[in-house]
């Protein structure tokens, strides 16, 4: 079964400082990825999303991720971290196009200042 | 990208009662899933709404705790049955829009008291 490791439940960083969030996956093929960010008391906002070609995206809020196969990894980048980026982020993957998301546990960020 | 409307936004429930949440997309969308997310927990899907037929639901869900409606390809409906104070939680509604992009509404915050 197809399953999502973020490994880090809990990150601080200094603001203006770079971030990298974790994420794992377990599937045989190549899966669709996604990030997502939640902001307190919000829905869900997509950050990006990888299905094939280029592996390493870019996002909006100046996010990027990089798909590594080989390591069956999926990581979160930000070069300069803002305050207002503290928020939970959750990973997320889909076997295929057309099928629901299985989701990592999540990671919380803070930032100080 | 589609805007997705959830109602209510949040609710004070009986324990006991029944509340049936909506979703509006502003597209017509193949692809409708409702998810659970239990406070400081990640989400679970509790089914994909097939427009037309029955929902297809997860594994420790069933129809008659989370009934679930799809008339159209704009719009669907999940109800919590006979609510306990587990159930509070937040329910999301998502779609699949072109492009095999899942976007999510802002969630339905249920508290049962």
């Known amino acids: 079964a197809q399953s999502v490791t973020q490994p880090d439940i809990h990150i601080t960083v200094s603001e203006g400082a770079s971030l990298e969030l974790r994420c794992n996956y377990s599937y045989g093929a190549t899966p669709y990825l996604f990030w997502y960010v939640q902001s307190p008391g919000q829905g869900l906002q997509l950050l990006l999303k990888?299905?094939?070609?280029?592996?390493l995206v870019q996002g909006i809020k100046g996010f990027e991720a990089e798909f590594k196969r080989s390591q069956s990894s999926f990581n979160l980048r930000k070069p300069s971290v803002h305050w207002s980026d503290a928020a939970e982020y959750f990973c997320?993957?889909?076997?295929?196009?057309?099928?629901?998301?299985?989701f990592g546990k999540g990671t919380t960020l803070s930032v100080s200042s | 990208s589609a805007v997705i409307s959830q109602k209510p936004s949040r609710d004070i429930c009986q324990r006991g009662t029944s509340l049936t949440i909506q979703c509006q997309v502003d597209?017509?969308?193949?692809?409708m899933f409702w998810y659970r997310q239990q406070p400081g927990q990640s989400l679970t899907l509790i089914a994909t709404a097939n427009q037309g037929s029955e929902a297809t639901y997860e594994s420790g869900f069933v129809i008659d705790k989370f009934p679930i409606s799809r008339p159209n390809l704009t719009f669907s409906t999940l109800t919590v049955s006979n609510m306990s104070p587990e159930d509070s939680s937040i329910y999301l509604c998502s779609v699949e829009e072109a492009g095999n992009t899942i976007y999510f509404g802002e969630g339905s915050w249920l508290t049962v008291v």
């Open positions: 997320a993957v889909a076997n295929q196009a057309g099928t629901a998301l299985i």
């Open positions: 597209s017509q969308v193949t692809m």
């Open positions: 990888y299905f094939s070609g280029d592996t």
